[in-house]
């Protein structure tokens, strides 16, 4: 027999588990469906949870990189199961996601920020505006236990002692705080290819393995395909689930669904079901989507010192006299000895540095579902704030006399937003000022997918701050199962 | 360890060739009645056969594609009030097979579905066991179980089938 839940949320990023952790703190039934598996890192292996899948390292690297490959014209590689990224190629913008308990917070870059602009929130829909979100940042950092590293503090490459007295650049920036853990830190192998000891904080530690103890259902391994309306009460929705260990297809009935699968996945599961005839018409789905001014380059800067080392982002820097925008952060090769490279280019990469910059670009791009693929039409022209940041890597490498290598014609994004954006007439978004998609009770959306801008800065924090007011609507309500 | 579906399936005809009966089962007892009783003809698809269920899942979704072509004789059904006939080729017996319609409580899941009762005195004696089920999968398409009672009255489950209305393929 089909199980019946109260309350399902499907992903466990910045999304889901805020979502589930503050739903199970309260009482509510709560099961998590979660596609990928525990990671290995040593908080996870003091808790003894079973079955964890490591991170990328030595010979088992690539196994363990790449959990799907996915693209127009049916473009599709076999990957793991226990894969980290997920990578949806387009040629207008590709995105790349994580996969695994904890999302994102794996392969971030630990940067705990708000958005650009105080007033992000304001004017989008009745319900939500910048005041009211504030505390939900507030709860997020301290969950987080996020600092900004301070000047003479001794953290291996943090650019505002790296680039005190640096003639060209600067370091004199709110620098972000960092969800990492100083106390003791080894400021090794913390990257984007996850962080083993546990100095990076992630969300499985912090907020899912805590909702375990007080009741929260976490399955791993189970990757929903496709959402449907019953037509019946109180289960009203029927959920397709992958079971990825058992290798077969299951359904489940749920009272209330909360889709907080990452962007790239929450709208490919909101349009094959609408392209499946469920969901109704949804008119804004696709639209408002951002990559948040994404832009990464390698600074071949032949640097003294190791720049591998250190905490996952040395920081912001910027030209001097250039001001605040747009916001650039350097980082070194964390977790070089993971990889498996040839010993020569590891020593040489260990000198030289990754920029990341992020900016408000327009969130005008559209997602459309084409035969069963997600197509990405992102127009850089319409988007100045691209142009404006080539322009600054390019001065950089000129003022520094290095080199800057950047793509500047195939964008990607490591931040994909919008798409199912909160929006106030359903014409222009999906969801309304509660998270709940337009014209579905008990169907919410709860992750990046429902931005309604670009925050212009590293979004984690805006992405928590959203699912953790959907989460007090939920509960507050009385749309409780 | 692969992927086995790169795409996001769902509760289409289409993704559910693949299925095997304990899936098809999963779901199907998650299905609601018929907003109303099926009337006219309606295009079949035959999935998840007793037999087959040990095949690789792409051979089965293949074999139900060519089950779902002119190689197989049978089209689907056709309703007209509390009764209903089987649909085959031109050239064959239109019209064999008939049933009975009513709603019951499944003696499978023990909730409400469309029973289709072949025990009718015109039906050879073979086809008199079968027991079919129907609830709806979609808008205009039916998931239908097919099974055979034995002489103990227990139903045994032979293939889950669709029911497509023309205009719902």
Known sequence: ?481 | MQNQNVIPLHQGRDALLGHDQTELADLFETLPLPERSPEGPWHGTLMAITGLQRLPRGLRAGLARVLDTPVNPWRGKTFDGDRGSNLWLPGLNRHFAHYRVEQRDSPVDGRPVLWLDYDEADNPRPVRGIRGEARWLRTGVLLCRMNRQDRGGRLHTLLYFTLSRPDHG
């Open chain 1, 1 to 481: 027999m089909a199980e019946r839940l109260a309350t399902l949320v499907i992903g466990s990023g910045f999304g889901g588990s805020v979502v589930a952790h503050r739903l199970t703190a309260a009482g509510e039934r709560v099961t998590l469906l979660e596609r990928g598996p525990w990671r290995d890192t040593q908080p996870m292996r003091r808790r003894g949870l079973p079955d964890r899948r490591p991170l990328p390292a030595g010979a088992g690297f690539c196994h363990h990189l790449l959990y799907r490959l996915s693209g127009p014209a049916g473009l599709r590689l076999p990957a793991s199961n226990s894969g980290l990224f997920d990578i949806h190629y387009d040629p207008a913008m590709s995105l790349i996601c994580s996969s695994g308990v904890g999302g994102g917070s794996h392969v971030y870059s630990a940067m705990n920020t708000r958005p650009a602009r105080s007033d992000y929130w304001d004017g989008h829909a009745d319900g939500v505006d910048a005041a009211s979100m504030e505390p939900h940042y507030d709860w997020m950092l301290g969950v987080m236990g996020a600092r900004a590293p301070a000047t003479g503090e001794g953290v291996p490459g943090f650019t505002g002692d790296d680039l005190r007295d640096h003639p060209q650049l600067t370091a004199e920036l709110d620098q972000p705080p960092l969800g990492f853990d100083f106390d003791g830190a080894r400021f090794r192998d913390n990257s984007y290819f996850g962080s083993p000891t546990g100095e990076k904080r992630t969300l499985d530690d912090l907020l899912l393995a805590p909702a375990l103890e007080q009741g929260l259902d976490l399955r791993a391994h189970q990757e929903v395909r496709g959402i449907a309306t019953t037509g019946e009460t109180p289960y009203r929705y029927r959920v397709q689930v992958h079971d990825h260990e058992r290798k077969r297809m299951h359904y489940l009935l749920a009272e209330r669904v909360v889709l907080a699968a990452g962007t790239l996945n929450t709208l490919k599961l909101l349009f094959a079901s609408r392209a499946a005839g469920e969901l109704g018409a949804l008119p804004g789905l696709g639209l408002g989507f951002s990559g948040n001014g994404d832009q990464v380059a390698l600074w071949w800067c032949h640097d003294e010192s190791d720049l591998s080392a250190g905490t996952p982002t040395h920081g912001r820097l910027s030209l001097r006299g250039a001001g605040d925008e747009p916001y650039i952060t350097r980082f070194g090769f964390n977790g070089i000895d993971r990889m498996p490279l040839p010993e020569p280019l590891r020593r040489k990469l260990r000198h030289q540095a990754i920029l990341v910059c992020m900016g408000e670009d327009g969130a005008n791009g559209r997602l459309s579902w084409h035969r069963g693929r997600l197509r990405v039409a992102y127009d850089p022209a319409r988007n100045p704030v691209l142009g404006q940041i080539n322009k600054t890597l390019k001065a950089i490498g000129q003022g520094t006399n290095t080199s800057v290598r950047f793509l500047r014609r195939r964008p990607f994004t490591v931040h994909p937003l919008g798409g199912a954006r909160l929006a106030s007439p359903p014409e222009e978004g999906v969801v309304d000022a509660c998270g709940r998609i337009f014209g579905h009770d008990g169907l919410h959306v709860a992750d990046a997918a429902a931005l309604p801008a670009a925050p212009g800065r590293p979004p984690s924090m805006t992405i928590s701050a959203w699912p953790a007011h959907v989460s007090d609507h939920l509960l507050t309500t009385g749309e409780t199962p």
